[in-house]
T-cell receptor, first 114, second 116 residues
Framework: AQKITQTQPGMFVQEKEAVTLDCTYDTSDPSYGLFWYKQPSSGEMIFLIYQGSYDQQNATEGRYSLNFQKARKSANLVISASQLGDSAMYFCAMRVAGAQKLVFGQGTRLTINP | GAVVSQHPSRVICKSGTSVKIECRSLDFQATTMFWYRQFPKQSLMLMATSNEGSKATYEQGVEKDKFLINHASLTLSTLTVTSAHPEDSSFYIC????????????FGQGTRLTVV
């Protein structure tokens, strides 16, 4: 079975600072994908970044980067130069090869303070 | 990116009535869609997998007679909450899967259901 763990229920960060949201995962499948989603108060799920288990380099998308440490089974999201609009729930998710459903972590509520 | 439209975004219904929520993939065909339920400040809980042309697969603990899922076409899945009660009040969100070179999940905007 696959499992995603996000141990930070809430994070508070000053605007313009960088923030790291933790995510650890557990799977016995060697082929999998890791995702991060942002969910603002409106409820929509916004895809941020993807990391494949065989990718050699850490994924980056603009201000988002994924610190992928395969041996430690962690896939932390790093947001650089945080903005007020980054305040939202953030979910880490995993999908194993051959499956289509995503398994989500508990989420982290990020609050950016001015 | 691909668009998934979920309707309605909000609905209030009386206890005992049924409510239908639609999930449409607007610019791609989706053989598979997923329905999630989300309680306040909690994660998304997978309710069922909706497969076009076949019966939905429900997760353990989800009442299939209460949450009816129909996936009659490659672009539309519906979730009907039958005989709704206040405890069914929640945020429901669908996800449509686009397959090809990559398998991608696209989410609807979600539906906030309030049963009074």
């Amino acid at each position: 079975a696959q499992k995603i763990t996000q141990t930070q229920p809430g994070m508070f960060v000053q605007e313009k600072e960088a923030v790291t949201l933790d995510c650890t995962y557990d799977t016995s499948d060697p082929s999998y994908g890791l995702f991060w989603y942002k969910q603002p108060s409106s409820g929509e799920m916004i895809f941020l970044i993807y990391q494949g288990s065989y990718d050699q380099q850490n994924a980056t998308e603009g201000r988002y980067s994924l610190n992928f440490q395969k041996a430690r089974k962690s896939a932390n999201l790093v947001i650089s130069a945080s903005q007020l609009g980054d305040s939202a729930m953030y979910f880490c998710a995993m999908r194993v090869a051959g499956a289509q459903k995503l398994v989500f972590g508990q989420g982290t509520r990020l609050t950016i303070n001015p | 990116g691909a668009v998934v439209s979920q309707h309605p975004s909000r609905v209030i219904c009386k206890s005992g009535t049924s409510v239908k929520i639609e999930c449409r993939s607007l610019d791609f065909q989706a053989t598979t869609m997923f329905w999630y339920r989300q309680f306040p400040k909690q994660s998304l809980m997978l309710m069922a997998t909706s497969n076009e042309g076949s019966k939905a697969t429900y997760e353990q603990g989800v009442e299939k007679d209460k949450f009816l899922i129909n996936h009659a076409s490659l672009t539309l899945s519906t979730l009907t909450v039958t005989s709704a009660h206040p405890e069914d009040s929640s945020f429901y969100i669908c996800s449509a899967i686009r397959t090809g070179l990559y398998t991608e999940a696209f989410f609807g905007q979600g539906t906030r259901l309030t049963v009074v």
